[in-house]
C-alpha cells in the first residue's frame, strides 16, 4: 500500500529512480536476513547516486551542479525513508546465505 506514495523521480531534481527502485523491489522480494535487508538498502542508495551523477542539466546549461545537489539531498531522504519504514515490505526469512 505504501507504492502509492513512492516518487517515480526524486523531487525538484527530477532524476528518474525507477530503475534502482525496481532492483530494490527484487532484492526485497526475494529477502533474507537483516543483512541482507542492509545490503539492499545500501544497493538502492548507491544506485540512486549513480542516476545522479549521469544525469544531465536539469533545465539549461549550468544547471547541472543544482540539480545534482537536490539529486543526492533526495537519494539520501529517500535512502532514509526505506532504511526506517521498509521492515515490512521486506521478506524475512531463514533460507538465507548469510545464515548457511
Not at 532484492?27 to 542516476?51: L, S, T, V, W
Not at 539531498?73 to 521492515?87: I, L, M, P, R
Amino acid at each position: 500500500w505504501k507504492s502509492k506514495y513512492i516518487p517515480k523521480k526524486l523531487i525538484i531534481s527530477k532524476v528518474d529512480v525507477n530503475p534502482s527502485a525496481f532492483i530494490h523491489d527484487c532484492d526485497y522480494i526475494i529477502g533474507g536476513c537483516i543483512k541482507c535487508k542492509e545490503e539492499a538498502d545500501a544497493r538502492f542508495h548507491d544506485n540512486m547516486i549513480e542516476a545522479v551523477h549521469s544525469s544531465g542539466p536539469l533545465w539549461f546549461w549550468g544547471t547541472d551542479f543544482i540539480r545534482k545537489q537536490f539529486g543526492l539531498f533526495g537519494a539520501d531522504a529517500y535512502y532514509f525513508a526505506v532504511d526506517k519504514f521498509g521492515d515490512d515490505a521486506f521478506n524475512f526469512h531463514n533460507e538465507c546465505r548469510h545464515l548457511k
